[in-house]
């Protein structure tokens, strides 16, 4: 699924309607059919074009189409937890993310997810074990260390976080704007802004200090859903 190439990146029954109902996090059971895994793939596929499309809602809802038809999916669990994190539905991410890596523990999208839920939760130092799992499982994961350096942004070490920015940056140039910025920003300035909690938010606290036009280019990957996986990012 080149959209969740989360290594460069950031892929019950059946429902009903697409709604944004969600099968539960239950993937050790089931079974499933050729016929429906293609299909859970199909659904996987949509829940990526809602993502790229900031419609988080419709996400979750293929997705969980996809986990119906193929409970055994790790790809459609760790979708599913990267709308739900970035919906704010951080319990439900955290659990499908668990879902997901109990499938397959390096399955990048659950590794991914967890570690952004848990920087949304403001659990810094568990986002940081998480991203240190993600580039465990791959060491070249750009995402994982902008994880990182959200984790270590919010427990105010701002040198780790200039560090793990570069590295993110060394991996994958989507990154570099970020890194650009990040360096650019006067000391006292708190580096949160490159770590939205809505991409809205990161558009409008990176206008505010006038950085640099190609921070625009980060913007448009910000807002481009496959970075949020492998990444790139975010």
């Given at each position: ?8 990146e950031?892929p019950s029954?059946?429902l009903?309607t697409?709604?944004?109902s ?13 016929r ?9 596929r949509?829940a ?14 293929n997705?969980s189409r996809a986990?119906?038809?193929d409970?055994?999916?790790?790809d459609a669990?760790?979708?599913r ?6 919906a ?5 991410a955290?659990?499908d993310?668990a879902a997901?890596l ?7 999208a659950g590794?991914?997810s967890?570690?952004?839920?848990l ?6 130092k568990?986002a ?8 465990s499982?791959?060491?070249?994961n ?11 942004n919010?427990?105010r ?6 560090a793990?920015?570069?590295?993110a ?6 990154y570099?704007?970020a890194?650009a910025t990040a360096r650019a920003?006067?000391e ?5 802004f490159?770590?939205?909690?809505e991409?809205?938010a ?6 505010a ?13 910000l ?7 492998g990444m790139p990012?975010?």
């Amino acid at each position: 699924l080149e959209h969740w190439d989360v290594g460069a990146e950031p892929p019950s029954s059946s429902l009903g309607t697409i709604s944004g109902s969600r099968s539960p996090a239950a993937p050790l059971g089931g079974f499933t059919t050729p016929r429906n895994s293609l299909q859970a793939v199909t659904y996987i596929r949509q829940a990526d074009r809602f993502m790229s499309l900031g419609d988080y809602a419709l996400a979750i809802a293929n997705a969980s189409r996809a986990i119906g038809l193929d409970p055994r999916s790790a790809d459609a669990y760790g979708r599913r937890a990267l709308a739900e994190a970035r919906a704010g539905r951080h319990l439900e991410a955290l659990d499908d993310a668990a879902a997901s890596l109990a499938i397959d523990a390096k399955n990048l999208a659950g590794l991914n997810s967890r570690a952004s839920a848990l920087n949304r939760m403001g659990r810094y130092k568990d986002a940081l074990a998480a991203a240190d799992a993600t580039i465990s499982a791959d060491p070249r994961n750009a995402y994982a260390r902008y994880m990182r350096a959200m984790a270590l942004n919010g427990l105010r070490d701002r040198p780790g976080t200039l560090a793990e920015l570069a590295q993110a940056a060394a991996l994958d140039s989507r990154y570099e704007a970020a890194d650009a910025t990040a360096r650019a920003a006067p000391e006292e300035k708190d580096l949160a802004f490159l770590f939205p909690e809505e991409e809205l938010a990161a558009a409008k606290a990176l206008l505010a200090v006038r950085a640099p036009s190609s921070s625009r280019r980060f913007l448009n990957s910000l807002w481009g859903w496959p970075s949020l996986i492998g990444m790139p990012i975010a």
